[in-house]
């Protein structure tokens, strides 16, 4: 099976814009949660979709939104960019309760 | 909201030794993960475990949930290994995702 993908991996925005990633889960997996990898915070939970909505939320502001479509894949949108939003976001996929399976992340920079 | 403790931070050993990185969590979970990221970001999950012990080639994962406590074990480390070793904690209702710890940066020197 192919793994998670993530587009675009790399990314450069300006203040101000906003930003939509995407993820599509390995074949089957209903299950997608993104997560925001920063050097200050480590990584944090964004928040996780289940056939098509929001099971779970993580403690970010109401720009930070997401969406899940019926064939599982997802995506999240950040809307007015801040400097402090250039991060690493990883999506991750999974069957139920198991195991979570991470993509390779797109790299977001916020100038 | 629980807060997941590792140590060390960094980890610096030669090849061939026994390496131990610890986790500690404050509250208790359900399943205790333990994923590994080398540079460039890429994460790998190594284990999902809520109970006892699990291995996995030159891995082992173990867990004592009455005193909060996972160990992530490598035998007979190698240059390979070398990476950032994050233990995280999550529900099996999920009602927070995944709470991370800091993780261990680990080199492992030839």
């Known amino acids: 099976k192919a793994g998670v993908t993530q587009t675009p991996r790399y990314l450069i925005k300006t203040r101000g814009q906003q930003v939509t990633l995407s993820c599509s889960p390995i074949s089957g997996h209903r299950s997608v949660s993104w997560y925001q990898q920063t050097p200050g915070q480590g990584l944090q939970f964004l928040f996780e979709y289940f056939s098509e909505t929001q099971r779970n939320k993580g403690n970010f502001p109401g720009r930070f939104s997401g969406r899940q479509f019926s064939n599982s894949r997802s995506e999240m949108n950040v809307s007015t960019l801040e400097l402090g939003d250039s991060a690493l976001y990883l999506c991750?996929?999974?069957?139920?309760?198991?195991?979570?399976?991470f993509g390779p992340g797109t790299r977001l920079t916020v100038l | 909201k629980n807060e997941v403790e590792q140590s060390p931070q960094n980890l610096t050993a030669q090849e061939g030794e026994f390496i131990t990185i610890n986790c500690s969590y404050s509250?208790?979970?359900?399943?205790l993960h333990w994923l590994q990221q080398h540079p460039g970001g890429g994460i790998v999950s190594l284990f999902m475990l809520s109970s006892g012990k699990k291995k996995h080639g030159r891995l082992i994962a173990t867990i004592n949930i009455q005193e909060k406590h996972s160990s992530l074990h490598i035998t007979a480390s190698h240059p390979r290994d070398s990476a950032v070793y994050i233990c995280?904690?999550?529900?099996?209702?999920?009602?927070?995702?995944?709470?991370f710890g800091k993780g261990t940066h680990l080199i492992i020197q030839p």
């Open positions: 509250v208790g979970i359900s399943a």
């Open positions: 995280a904690e999550g529900s099996g209702g999920g009602a927070d995702g995944l709470t």
């Open positions: 991750a996929s999974r069957d139920g309760w198991d195991e979570q399976f």
